[in-house]
């Protein structure tokens, strides 16, 4: 009887049982999943976006589906970070997966505030910085589409945490590897891309944008190709860990992002289809290895033939 594959891997000092996380926003603060797939077997979770203060996002309506996949407009609505520690986080201490909080704010020193908090939190044991959010100080450009803010930011989240920092790339720019240096630089410990891409959809009767916000974010199979590029270039300039997303559905999109430099991934969309994706990609994911007779999961990262 063959050994079973091992699918450790390691972001930063974070040790996974498995590459396979959930992606921020759409998996709620995990309990809503509970019942659904065995929230234990992750590689680890990573939350709805938290911001200092509630948010209840923008109106409706704000997700459309287009063709092999969906736009967003949910406008980062959360609880706020107190209600979170207060309602959500007992739940997720009694979890055995390493527990990520994502983080927006609308200025520099709302990230900053909002890391500080979550340092004080045992149970968190790392923080995403979602960089894909309009500074409200440079008129709403998105802090992510700014080598000079993405870095700011980072700087300022990194003064307040000892704990892992992620920083997750918006797809939104011209050369995604110039932010990705700049972070790296700034004191990240890891990279996850891609957020999702900006688009729109218009209903031709009304002539009206299907958003009540007009443009949205694009996610699912549809943005695969693009993400997958992404994440292969920033693989050839950045020397520290690169979380694999957009578009993952089935093992062997996962396996793709692993080739092309990521050392684990995020699960997104694919959760409102088939609520076990998670747990799906895992035992796809073992059993490419061990039919392949690849005893670990870090021999494939970065072994894309040119
Ligand atoms: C409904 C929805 C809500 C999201 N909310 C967040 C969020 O709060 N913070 C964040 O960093 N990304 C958020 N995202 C982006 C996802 O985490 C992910 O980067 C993106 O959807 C691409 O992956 P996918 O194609 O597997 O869905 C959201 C995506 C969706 C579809």
């Known amino acids: 009887m063959p050994t079973k594959p091992d699918l450790r891997v390691n972001i930063g000092r974070i040790e996974l049982q498995n590459p396979v996380m959930t992606a921020s926003g759409t998996f709620g603060y995990a309990k809503e999943y509970a019942e659904l797939v065995d929230l234990n077997r992750l590689g680890a979770i990573i939350i709805k976006g938290l911001s200092l203060q509630p948010a209840r996002g923008n109106p409706p309506p704000r997700i459309v589906e287009t063709a092999c996949g969906m736009l ?23 979890l055995d997966p390493p527990i990520f909080a994502n983080i927006y704010g609308r200025t520099i020193e709302e990230y900053a505030a909002l890391a ?19 500074n409200v100080k440079a008129g709403g450009l998105a802090f992510g589409t700014d080598p000079q803010a993405a870095s700011a930011v980072v700087k ?3 003064n307040q945490t000892t704990k892992l920092l992620i920083v997750k790339l918006s797809p939104n720019v011209t050369d995604i590897t110039e932010i990705a240096r700049c972070v790296e630089a700034a004191g990240a ?16 009767e009304t002539r009206r944008s299907r958003l009540a916000n007009m443009t949205g974010g694009l996610s699912g199979p549809a943005i695969k190709p693009v993400a997958l590029r992404m994440v292969w270039q920033v693989a050839q300039t950045a020397t520290i860990p690169i979380i694999g997303i957009g578009g993952i559905m089935q093992a062997e999109d996962a396996l793709e992002f692993l080739i092309a430099g990521a050392t684990a991934v995020e699960i997104g969309t694919a959760n ?15 059993a490419f290895l061990a039919q392949h007779n690849i005893s670990r999961i870090t021999e494939i990262v970065g072994t894309l033939v040119h």
């Open 72 to 94: 967003n407009a949910i406008g980062l609505e959360n609880v706020g970070i107190e209600s979170f520690e207060k309602e959500k986080l007992p739940f997720l201490e009694t």
């Open 116 to 134: 500080q908090r979550i340092e004080a939190l045992d149970a968190i044991a790392g923080i995403e910085v979602n960089i894909s959010c309009p």
């Open 156 to 158: 300022a989240v990194r």
């Open 189 to 204: 410990d890891a990279l996850s891309l891609i957020n999702t891409i900006t688009g729109m959809a218009i209903d031709i």
């Open 272 to 286: 409102f289809i088939n609520p076990q994706a998670t747990v799906d990609i895992i035992d796809g994911i073992e």
